[in-house]
């Protein structure tokens, strides 16, 4: 088998990808799409293990610390995105770029002086 063919796949599937986190505003194809790249990775991975016929079997090791990682990494993704969903109303990105809390306002000094009676 030829290592062109393995790798122009890994490389289109990158590419898709890639283009999926560029071009997309929802949270959960974002996360599609970077497990779209984490599958590009472990066919090149899987792709020269095979080629290079080695012993070891590196490339298959390292492809399933790879899908083990991936899978807790999409778990803490979803489970992120579920509770800015909640929170929020809306998974887009865009929109949760100003995920700090606003500030709170500076209190008055009459609300300080009615905190001191009601404590005293």
Same mark, same amino acid.
């Given at each position: 088998?030829?290592?062109?063919?393995?790798?122009?796949?890994?490389?289109?599937?990158?590419?898709?990808?890639?283009?999926?986190?560029?071009?997309?505003?929802?949270?959960?194809?974002?996360?599609?799409?970077?497990?779209?790249?984490?599958?590009?990775?472990?066919?090149?991975?899987?792709?020269?293990?095979?080629?290079?016929?080695?012993?070891?079997?590196?490339?298959?090791?390292?492809?399933?610390? *790879?899908?083990?990682?991936? !899978?807790?990494?999409?778990?803490?993704?979803?489970?992120?995105?579920?509770?800015?969903?909640?929170?929020?109303?809306? !998974?887009?990105?865009?929109?949760?770029?100003?995920?700090?809390?606003?500030?709170? *306002?500076?209190?008055?000094?009459?609300?300080?002086?009615?905190?001191?009676?009601? !404590?005293?």
């Amino acid at each position: 088998m030829h290592l062109a063919y393995p790798a122009v796949l890994a490389a289109l599937l990158f590419c898709v990808g890639l283009y999926g986190v560029l071009a997309r505003r929802n949270a959960i194809l974002v996360l599609m799409s970077v497990e779209l790249m984490l599958n590009a990775v472990n066919l090149n991975l899987v792709a020269f293990d095979v080629w290079l016929r080695d012993a070891l079997h590196a490339g298959q090791a390292l492809t399933l610390f *790879t899908i083990a990682i991936a !899978a807790a990494e999409i778990g803490i993704g979803l489970a992120i995105v579920l509770m800015v969903y909640r929170n929020r109303g809306t !998974a887009d990105v865009d929109r949760l770029r100003d995920t700090a809390e606003s500030p709170e *306002t500076p209190e008055s000094p009459e609300s300080t002086a009615e905190k001191a009676e009601a !404590a005293a």
